[in-house]
């Protein structure tokens, strides 16, 4: 049998490494053709990813610590603790109880006093009360003692220390450019 009638797979040279047919293209024996074949076919498989290219050198990553038996900052934490802390951190503490005060106003102080009276702001233990008639300003003077005690019972000792009664929003009797510098407006009851 001559050369030209066995098949181009069973071809070998002498060392071992096959002989290039008219079917195959010749071979490199560093294997590059191979692998700039193989990134071709990757590349034009549907659904991969395009390849990245490197710009920077790579850097050493930081192994995180095992967590141990005993709890750390890594473990889960109750809500409570976490909101506590952040709260802290930030000191949101006299912000929260004056909202406190405020949202929870029907139920601390009781609901017919707070039909007739809101609060309108609480600044270094001072809260400030607008009723809506000059009855129940003098009623609430009256109550301040009780409705303090009953407000740092629900709030904390020394969250409110002072009481401040004031009346009800009254219409100014000032109109036009003319008045009088003394002068007590109408005479009327308001008092």
């Not at 395009?50 to 809500?79: E, F, H, I, M, N």
């Not at 009855?135 to 003077?141: H, N, Y």
């Not at 009953?150 to 009664?165: M, Q, Y």
Request: glycine share 8%; net charge neutral; proline share 9%.
């Amino acid at each position: 049998m001559t050369s030209d009638d066995q098949p181009a797979e069973d071809s070998a040279a002498e060392d071992g490494t096959p002989t290039p047919s008219a079917e195959q293209p010749a071979h490199n024996p560093d294997g590059l053709d191979l692998a700039r074949a193989a990134a071709r076919a990757a590349a034009a498989s549907p659904g991969t990813p395009p390849a990245r290219r490197k710009s920077a050198p790579a850097r050493r990553r930081t192994v995180p610590r095992a967590s141990g038996a005993r709890p750390d900052d890594r473990d889960p934490q109750p809500l409570d603790q976490a909101m506590g802390r952040l709260i802290a951190s930030h000191g949101w503490e006299l912000d929260l109880k004056v909202q406190g005060v405020f949202g929870r106003w029907a139920e601390l102080v009781g609901a017919e006093i707070a039909d007739h009276c809101t609060p309108e702001s609480l600044t270094d233990g001072r809260l400030v009360v607008r009723t809506d008639s000059t009855a129940w300003a003098t009623q609430l003077k009256l109550l301040a003692p009780t409705v303090v005690r009953r407000l740092n019972e629900e709030l904390g000792h020394g969250t409110v220390t002072v009481l401040d009664v004031l009346g009800p929003h009254l219409p100014s009797w000032r109109k036009g450019r003319l008045s009088s510098r003394d002068g007590r407006g109408p005479r009327d009851t308001y008092g």
